[in-house]
């Protein structure tokens, strides 16, 4: 299995020929108006394979990018939360799949399984839209969690009881100042949640492209990096840089 950490939360997930793209955003501004991408996208969405399947985790605009879910065609399936699915299909999408917490669905050697996320919702103008967040299991030759954004209070256990992870995908940035951290998770909580999760590698995403909030743009991959040599899980904790793709 290849996984592309392609920058921000978009990862790409290859598997015997079919590939599963999760939060697509390959803008320079979220929402065109909003923050701008502090650092080029290092790998244009061109020289990426063709996803078989587009997974969205919410409705927030790093998350959910229309332009960049526009660039595939109609037909693609786009897994979504199921209040999310209105707001997918005016981006013109044919094929919107809602699913909720615990169901699954098999999708071109994949099957998929939506799992709980502690969030919230808000995408102006869609303000009545609440309850649109989720993680992804995804099960092929190895077994992938992808959080999305999530606070530690998230059912990680639950989630690594029902399945064997074998690599959690999870954010580290946005967790400054310390209210933020109730809805993202920190590197610190990240190893937390790895440990709940019973996961044997963890991918860390969600840095090094906008900035969101105030801890050091840089410090996320580094204060990682800390916390996983003082846990003794270095061998486990897989920081690469956007744009890179890591085979497991």
């Given at each position: ?73 109609k037909h ?10 209105r707001v ?66 998230n059912q ?93």
């Open positions: 299995m290849r996984i592309t950490f392609v920058a921000h939360a978009t990862v790409l997930v290859e598997d015997d020929g079919a590939s599963a793209l999760f939060d697509p955003n390959y803008s320079k501004r979220l929402a065109y108006v909003f923050s701008k991408r502090k650092v080029a996208l290092p790998v244009p969405p061109d020289h990426l394979p063709t996803p078989d399947t587009i997974l969205v985790s919410h409705d927030h605009y790093d998350h959910l990018d229309a332009p960049s879910i526009k660039r595939y065609d693609t399936p786009v897994i979504v939360p199921r209040n999310l699915r997918v299909n005016l981006m013109g999408r044919r094929d919107v799949r809602p699913l909720e917490w615990w169901q699954s669905e098999r999708h071109k050697g994949f099957d998929v399984t939506a799992v709980p996320a502690f969030h919230f919702s808000g995408r102006p103008p869609w303000f009545f839209v609440r309850n649109a967040y989720q993680g992804y299991v995804l099960e092929g030759s190895k077994t992938v969690y992808f959080a999305g954004d999530t606070g530690l209070r990680f256990r639950e989630i690594g009881e029902k399945f064997d992870i074998d690599v959690a995908v999870l954010p580290i940035g946005a967790y400054n100042p310390p209210s933020f951290r109730y809805h993202h998770v920190s590197p610190e909580d990240a190893l937390e949640a790895t440990k709940r999760l019973k996961a044997k590698h963890l991918l860390p995403v969600h840095y090094g492209a906008f900035d969101l909030s105030w801890e050091p743009f840089e410090e996320p991959p580094v204060r990682m990096a800390k916390v996983a040599r003082e846990a003794g899980m270095e061998d486990r904790v897989h920081i690469i840089p956007p744009g890179t793709t890591i085979e497991f």
